[in-house]
């Protein structure tokens, strides 16, 4: 039957080997198998066997997430010798929907409508969430809102409703609730802030989140809300392929029927209740309450409103910058040619390795999962010690990266309603607590390159407004300073110095005043680098030095200031013993493979424990920043907003007549965030555009 020609003939001539094919690839399902289900429930990991058992395999990919501790990053140690375990839910207890156990119901008409509204008037909290035909906030129509009160028990308003009631007026019904003084809990609730405050509905505080609380009980765990269900409650969710399937043929949710659409609504709001019940005691029993009640769930109606404002591009300038990245990127192709003698496809990494490793005999540092020499940034710095042409190519890979990432498609995602680019500001990514950004993501513009400089004059003020720029200086080093009490750090922040040329006074043993732009530029690298725990290999690829240089840069650097190098010893001391680490706000991070045999996997997390309390001081410091500028600007009814976070930076707009008072709250509010024993400097500016505020 099969019109192929080729085909027919291969399944004719090779029947047998066909059939035993289909036999091969299919499951046996009818053996008897005496095995208790609760025997397959997945333990944590024994990770010092993985690592073995990756390397020796070569599972590249599942080694790196082992390592950064995305396999089995629960059950370590806690401060009072207790693991903090994820629950284990076995198969027997797991529960779902049953629609005689729960009372779900959908809102009609507006009589219904009007009498759920004063219900939950009367509430002191309430869970909810919002079905929409979009997973992007700022794109996204509203279909409905679910309310939950007790366990089991729900509502959920299609918008508009059946009786012709339509969304504009149910969101003006429902405003007093969202702004009232009611506890509000939910799931992501900065998505739900975001799409209701498109609809013209604020959501105030208080909130608690439960993908935040969990965050913070264990940062690089999965934070789904379906995962939370079945560990915490023992509860398999609803999934949303069972209402809208998948892939080209998925439903807008709009096009679901009403009572179906309820029952999953209806159990989103209603499962975010019961998990905030859950996750709150535990959060409680583990010392976390505080640092989510004060940091983490007043910082989402910051971010809610800093995704919504959005910060404006010029698509002039981003095209004049594309002009000039051309001519660099074809400068740096005619470079690249002559030092490797021929032209090739530079984008190819075939035939860079052929020119790399064949023809220039370049050492292969490491292999592709398919076994060909890598050429992936790793493996380019460190050759770029050996041979200019590495060199090259990293410099050719940012600047294409920049043309394409930034400065190409910037102009494309501007929003046709506001006229400006919205990012996505991720809470619960980053497991040292920093945020993250997406879609575009603005944290990434490579601020150390000319260019990459230049890409921020695209970000520009509305008209009669100006961008106001501040960026904590040197904040990381003073955190390490503060933690080490190191009296050569302290004091040089004391007097003002500037820190890099007194490191390389130190180190060099010279006066300050002799130390050269290369010294300094040396001090600076190992200055940045001890927070992160670098590496001789990791210094020398930033200096393009040999590892002995750096070496002995790190050493001298930690006998200049030697309450550092104990305070880094008292870490990964407390790191082995605990199995976590924390910042001053109390905030922790789990180090997976602290107690490792493999010394490679063992030094990794080591600097992974050291850089953590810096830097997870830093994303709390600024947080905190974050929260009480924003309600400081709230409270005095100013029209200036914050737009963006960028690491130590924030960036504001502000109308000229409010400049002045900004700078005062700003300057305030970060200062002060933190008191960490040693002077804190902000730098400050103002300009139309991003770079001129910088």
């Not at 959501?203 to 999965?222: I, K, R």
Request: net charge negative; charged share 25%; glycine share 6%.
């Amino acid at each position: 039957d099969i019109k192929g020609k080729r085909a027919r003939e291969g399944l004719t001539d090779h029947r047998d080997d066909a059939l035993l094919s289909k036999k091969l690839v299919t499951i046996k399902t009818d053996l008897e198998v005496d095995v208790d289900w609760q025997a397959f429930h997945r333990a944590h990991p024994n990770r010092d066997r993985l690592l073995s058992l990756f390397s020796e395999l070569e599972f590249s990919t599942l080694l790196k997430k082992v390592q950064s501790g995305e396999i089995g990053a629960g059950g370590e140690s806690t401060g009072d010798g207790v693991a903090f375990q994820e629950p284990a839910i076995t198969e027997q207890e797991v529960r779902a929907y049953e629609e005689d156990s729960v009372e779900y119901r959908a809102i009609r008409n507006r009589e219904q409508l009007l009498d759920l509204h004063d219900k939950l008037l009367e509430l002191d909290r309430f869970a909810f969430d919002t079905e929409t035909t979009s997973t992007d906030p700022m794109w996204a129509s509203l279909v409905g809102i679910s309310f939950s009160w007790e366990a089991g028990q729900a509502c959920y308003i299609p918008t508009p409703l059946p009786d012709g009631t339509t969304t504009a007026e149910i969101c003006e019904v429902f405003s007093p609730i969202f702004m009232g003084p009611a506890l509000k809990l939910g799931q992501n609730l900065k998505y739900d802030i975001v799409t209701l405050m498109r609809h013209g509905v604020r959501v105030v505080g208080p909130l608690f989140d439960t993908m935040v609380a969990h965050y913070l009980l264990a940062p690089e765990e999965p934070h789904g809300l379906d995962n939370l269900a079945l560990k915490y409650l023992g509860y398999r969710m609803v999934p949303i392929t069972e209402l809208i399937g998948d892939g080209k043929n998925q439903l807008s949710m709009r096009d679901v029927p009403l009572d179906q659409v309820c029952s999953y609504a209806c159990e989103d709001a209603d499962i975010s209740l019961q998990l905030a019940d859950a996750l709150k005691e535990i959060m409680e029993r583990e010392g976390l309450l505080e640092i989510a009640e004060k940091i983490e769930f007043p910082l989402i109606l910051v971010l809610a409103d800093m995704e919504t404002a959005g910060i404006r591009v010029d698509p002039r300038i981003l095209a004049e910058i594309s002009e000039i990245l051309d001519t660099q990127i074809k400068i740096l192709e005619i470079d690249i040619y002559e030092v490797a003698g021929e032209e090739f496809n530079i984008g190819s990494t075939q035939q860079l390795g052929e020119i790399l490793f064949n023809k220039l005999g370049l050492r292969k540092v490491s292999k592709t999962s398919k076994g060909a020499a890598s050429t992936k940034e790793t493996v380019l710095e460190e050759l770029s010690t050996e041979h200019p042409l590495p060199g090259l190519i990293l410099d050719w890979r940012k600047l294409t990266k920049l043309k394409s990432t930034y400065v190409d498609s910037l102009g494309e995602l501007m929003h046709p309603e506001t006229g400006r680019v919205h990012t996505n500001f991720n809470q619960t990514v980053a497991a040292t607590g920093r945020l993250s950004s997406s879609g575009p993501n603005l944290q990434n513009i490579p601020i150390r390159t000319e260019m990459g400089r230049e890409v921020r004059k695209a970000f520009v003020a509305e008209d009669s407004r100006m961008l106001l720029a501040a960026d904590y200086v040197q904040i990381e080093l003073r955190i390490l300073a503060s933690m080490s009490g190191d009296e050569g750090l302290k004091e040089a922040f004391a007097r003002g110095e500037d820190i890099h040329t007194s490191a390389a006074a130190l180190i060099y043993g010279i006066p300050p005043v002799e130390v050269t732009r290369e010294q300094r530029r040396k001090a600076k690298e190992v200055n940045y680098g001890i927070p992160y725990g670098i590496s001789s290999w990791g210094l020398a690829q930033r200096l393009r030095c040999s590892m002995k240089e750096a070496q002995a840069l790190i050493d001298t650097y930690l006998q200049s200031f030697p309450r550092v190098t104990t305070h880094i010893n008292n870490v990964i001391n407390e790191a082995h013993t605990r199995g976590y680490v924390q910042t001053l706000m109390g905030r922790r991070r789990f180090v997976p493979n602290i107690q490792s045999r493999n010394r490679t996997q063992r030094s990794f997390a080591e600097r992974v424990a050291v850089n953590m309390p810096i830097q997870g001081t830093q994303a709390d410091m600024i947080k905190i920043a974050m929260v009480r500028i924003h309600d400081r600007l709230k409270k005095e009814k100013m029209e200036s907003r914050m737009l963006l976070q960028v690491h130590d930076e924030l960036v504001f707009e502000a109308p000229g007549s409010e400049i002045e008072r900004l700078r005062e709250i700003v300057r305030d509010g970060m200062v002060h965030a933190i008191d960490l024993g040693v002077p804190v400097e902000i730098d400050m500016n103002v300009g139309e555009n991003w770079l001129d505020a910088h």
